[in-house]
Structure formats: structure tokens, C-alpha cells
């Protein structure tokens, strides 16, 4: 009995940017009988996840694993760690909607405009924090809609400097597949999904919380039920959750971060720095031998290794270039938000390959030959 929808694609040709492929390990993780979610072999799953978290977030404290996709802690970071303003930093549709989730709460919100396919100078974050209308920034690490990489490290330095400021970092597609350093850089709330760069099942997302923003959050009363910080962090004191997580989902992150952590984070990072680098030098390989004006989205210096936004000539419809891409038997992901029509992506985050990449690639210059030709 199969629940699939379509035949499933061959090994290595999933490459949208979220959710990424899952290795069959990973998968087949789930099969493990249901557990009870308060008895002490859940304690012991949740025990072993930790060690993992720990490294990939760079922290010595506990990583929240909710049952939720990654919006959920978004959400949660800005009711339980915003008292009153936010200084929101939008650079592209994922960073927007932390600015569109504190609109619906109790706080004042300004967005610290930045066009998109570039990031923020820690400077312009120094001259908002000045005039004191704000208690916390929020910013996306890797921009998933434009693959543009904001210097975290040096905006939560710039914001350290005005106490009381709180620094909320959404690392969905940078955690994983780039260095994050939660306790070095001084992030108060950092998250991620299971279904990104950490090439997991979606359903399960994961933060950490600094002491300073559960103080500050006690004190707040709009930080909701599901979604409060606090309750979840008194239960994750004792290695459970505040409700029935997903057992399976659990099962499936335990097998994949001691996948991860076999690899190194080091060489896990390298082989997405090796992929990005590939790709981008390939789009320019592209525009030599085709005539198109295809380019990388991202400022140079400034990109995302996980995943490739290429800019189309206007005359190539992105949604046309991923259906020809589909036909040949590849996944790639279309342009987001405002980006559709004139972009696409390629998702090189997770377990994939430099090699599966040389046989991606060529998969989607025929595809962009293939769709100019048609126009
Ligand atoms: C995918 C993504 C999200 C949203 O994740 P969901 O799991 O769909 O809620 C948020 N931020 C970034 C940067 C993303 O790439």
C-alpha cells in the first residue's frame, strides 16, 4: 500500500530549496513502533537528539524540538521575545514574514528595507537600534527566496551593543549547511526546520532561546499557548514537550543527525560551500555558451551555499524552465513570491552531492535552451 501520489524520482534528482530529499535510512527511521510521548523512552529520544543540536546551533543549552513546521517558532520567537518594537530586516519574502507575524501582535514593527538579492550592513541596524524604538531585530541568516547569506555574527555584535535588544535569527536554510554559533554571536532565539538544509522529514522545527529572552518573555502575556517559549522550555528541562510530538518525525531527525555528525560539520559545510561555488560558476559558463542573460540573484561575496536564485531573461518564464526540468526526470525550485516569473532556484543544501550536481546541470542549460528556443 503506497501513498504516493506519482512515481517516486529516482535518488539524487530532488533539488528543490525545501523540502529537500531524504535519504532512505532516514526515512525508513519512521517504521519504528509508536512509543509512549511521557514514558522514559521518550525522555531518551529526546536525550539523544541534543548532542547533535547542540553542535549544529553552537550552543551549550537546550534545543526546543517542537512539532511544527519552521513558521511556528518564528512566530513564537517574536510573542515570546518582542515587549514592544521590532526592528524587522527584509531582504527578501522569508525575512517579510517575521515583519507580517508582528503585525498581527501587540508590538510596533519597522522594516529595515534592503533590496532583494543583497544583505543588510550591520551599520544601517546601528543607526535604527540609535533611536532606542526597538527591543529586538529580526533578520534571516540564509534568504531562501533570493540565496542571499546576512553577516548574522556581525549584526547580533552591532545589536550587543544596546542592551535589551534581542536578536531573533531565522537560520532555516543556513543551519545545517553554514556555521551558526547561537552562544558565540550572542543570538537570543535562533531556529530552523527539520525539512531544509538538515535534509529531514518536514513536521518538526527546532530553536534555542537565550536565558535573557525566557527572562523577558515570563513577563509577557501574548506569547500564546502552543507557541509559549516558556512552557516549553520548562518541559524540555525535563527532556519532554509540552504536548504529543511527532514520535516518528523524532525517530527519523536521531537517525539523520548522527548521519550529520559522522560526516563532520565541517566537511558537511564544505561539500555545500563546493556546491554553491560550482553553481554559481556554472551560470556564468552558461551565459558564455548560450548568448542568455541568466545570472545568480545574490550579490557576489554575499550568497547563500545552500541554495542558487538565478535570474532569467525576461523572456524565459521560470515556471516554464522547471516544468522542462520535470520532464527530463529533476526537481529544481521556482522563483518565490515576487520572484516567480523571473527567476529560479536550485536547492544544493542537504545530502546532495558535487557529483549528482554535474548531472544536474547540464539537465537545466538543456531545459533553458530548450524554453528560449519555445518563446
Ligand atoms: C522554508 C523557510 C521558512 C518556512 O518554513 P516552514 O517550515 O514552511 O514553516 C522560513 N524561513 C526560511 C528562510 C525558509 O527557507
Not at 73 to 89: F, I, N, Q, T, W
Not at 221 to 239: E, P
Not at 258 to 277: G, K, N, Q, V
Request: hydrophobic share 45%.
Amino acid at each position: 500500500m503506497s501513498p504516493s501520489v506519482s512515481a517516486p524520482l529516482a535518488e539524487g534528482r530532488f533539488w528543490l530549496p525545501g523540502p529537500t530529499e531524504v535519504h532512505r535510512d532516514v526515512l525508513a527511521a519512521q517504521t519504528c513502533p509508536i512509543i509512549a510521548h511521557r514514558g522514559a523512552e521518550a525522555v531518551a529520544l529526546m536525550e539523544r537528539l541534543q548532542p547533535g543540536l547542540q553542535a549544529l546551533f553552537g550552543t551549550r543549552r537546550s534545543v526546543v524540538v517542537l512539532t511544527a513546521s519552521a513558521t511556528a517558532l518564528m512566530e513564537a520567537a517574536v510573542r515570546s521575545g518582542v515587549r514592544r518594537g521590532l526592528l524587522a530586516v527584509v531582504n527578501g519574502a522569508f525575512s517579510e514574514r517575521f515583519a507580517e507575524i508582528a503585525h498581527d501582535c501587540p508590538i510596533d514593527v519597522e522594516v529595515l528595507a534592503v533590496p532583494w538579492g543583497e544583505v543588510v550592513d550591520p551599520e544601517a541596524v546601528r543607526q535604527h537600534l540609535k533611536t532606542g524604538n526597538f527591543d529586538a531585530v529580526s533578520l534571516v541568516h540564509s534568504e531562501t527566496s533570493t540565496g542571499a547569506l546576512n553577516p548574522v555574527a556581525d549584526v547580533a555584535a552591532v545589536a550587543r551593543e544596546f542592551p535589551g535588544v534581542q536578536v531573533i535569527v531565522d537560520s532555516v536554510t543556513g543551519l545545517g549547511g553554514t556555521p551558526v554559533q547561537a552562544d558565540d554571536w550572542g543570538l537570543d532565539f535562533a531556529l530552523t526546520g527539520s525539512q531544509k538544509a538538515l535534509a529531514m522529514p518536514p513536521g518538526l522545527a527546532f530553536g534555542v532561546a537565550s536565558e535573557r529572552l525566557l527572562e523577558r518573555a515570563v513577563a509577557l502575556d501574548c506569547r500564546g499557548y502552543y507557541l509559549d517559549l516558556v512552557r516549553m522550555y520548562q518541559n524540555l528541562q525535563k527532556n519532554q514537550t509540552p504536548t504529543t510530538p511527532a514520535i516518528t518525525l523524532m525517530y527519523a531527525a536521531a537517525v539523520q543527525l548522527d548521519r550529520i555528525m559522522s560526516e563532520t560539520l565541517e566537511a558537511r559545510f564544505a561539500r555545500h560551500a563546493r556546491m554553491a561555488a560550482r553553481c554559481h560558476e556554472w551560470v556564468g559558463e552558461v551565459r558564455e555558451r548560450t548568448g542568455l542573460e541568466v545570472g545568480v540573484l545574490a550579490t557576489e561575496g554575499a550568497r547563500s551555499p545552500t541554495v542558487t536564485c538565478i535570474s532569467l531573461p525576461e523572456a524565459l518564464s521560470g515556471p516554464a524552465v522547471v516544468r522542462q526540468v520535470r520532464a527530463a526526470g529533476w526537481v529544481i525550485g521556482g522563483g518565490y513570491g515576487r520572484l516567480k516569473e523571473s527567476t529560479i532556484r536550485i536547492g544544493h543544501m542537504g545530502d546532495h552531492t558535487p557529483d549528482k550536481l554535474e548531472e544536474l546541470l547540464p539537465v537545466v542549460e538543456s531545459a533553458l535552451i530548450q524554453v528560449s528556443a519555445g518563446a
